[in-house]
């Protein structure tokens, strides 16, 4: 089992900036992804950006302005996001990709973080 904790969200004002951390702990082999999906009110979650070993994906509404990395160490995931826009504004959960034992990977979620941007 996988146990995520996030950390970072707030209200900021449009231009502002943010970075959202998200540790992973708990039983497993590895981790092969991880990464941010967001929801806003009344919209499905989608993708905001992740990261693997050797490569990084962004959505193309926060390419540019957003920045993922990974602390391969604390199992932990942060995404910077600058130049905020009011339409950033929603949950952000934190995605996680692990082997949790020889053949056999899950997914797990975190809790969320509420980013509000105000215009």
């Known amino acids: 089992q996988v146990q995520l904790v996030e950390s970072g969200g707030g209200l900021v004002q449009t231009g502002g900036s943010l970075r959202l951390s998200c540790a992973a702990s708990?039983?497993?082999?590895?981790?092969?992804?991880m990464g941010w999906y967001r929801q806003a009110p009344g919209k499905q979650r989608e993708l905001v950006a992740t990261?693997?070993?050797?490569?990084?994906d962004y959505a193309d509404s926060v390419t540019g302005r957003f920045t993922i990395s990974r602390d391969n160490a604390k199992n932990t995931v942060y995404l910077q996001m600058n130049s905020l826009k009011p339409e950033d504004t929603a949950v952000y959960y934190c995605?996680?990709?692990?082997?949790?034992?020889?053949?056999?990977?899950?997914?797990?979620w975190g809790q969320g973080t509420q980013v509000t941007v105000s215009s």
């Open positions: 708990g039983r497993f082999f590895s981790i092969n992804s």
């Open positions: 995605h996680v990709r692990a082997t949790i034992r020889t053949g056999v990977w899950s997914h797990y």
């Open positions: 990261i693997t070993s050797d490569n990084t």
